[in-house]
């Protein structure tokens, strides 16, 4: 959700198909589809991300430092943010 308050939000171009997390929110849902296909956060396997599960100080690290690197490298919010 902070990407789309931090101009860093692009919409995926493909939605994943975890099959855990019918029982979440629409919004949680799409949360995890964005960050999955921006490449911030992974399933536990191809269908499965697991959002009920514990998450480890190191996970939260990493997918912090996916995220920074991606709003600073990705093409379309360099384009963006140089024309405002």
């Known amino acids: 959700m902070f990407s789309i308050y931090s101009d860093t939000y ?4 493909a939605g994943t198909l975890f099959t ?3 029982d979440l929110s629409s919004t949680m849902q799409w949360a ?7 490449g911030i956060v992974n399933g536990t ?3 499965t991300f697991n959002p009920h599960g514990s998450l480890t100080r ?18 379309q919010l360099l384009a963006e943010a140089r024309a405002k």
Not at 10 to 13: A, G, H, R
Not at 32 to 38: D, G, K, T, Y
Request: glycine share 2%.
């Open 10 to 13: 692009v919409p995926p171009s």
């Open 20 to 22: 855990d997390t019918g």
């Open 32 to 38: 995890i589809e964005w960050a999955n296909c921006s």
């Open 45 to 47: 396997s191809t269908t």
């Open 58 to 75: 190191a996970a939260a690290a990493a997918m912090l430092y996916r995220y920074e690197n991606y709003a600073k490298t990705d093409p």
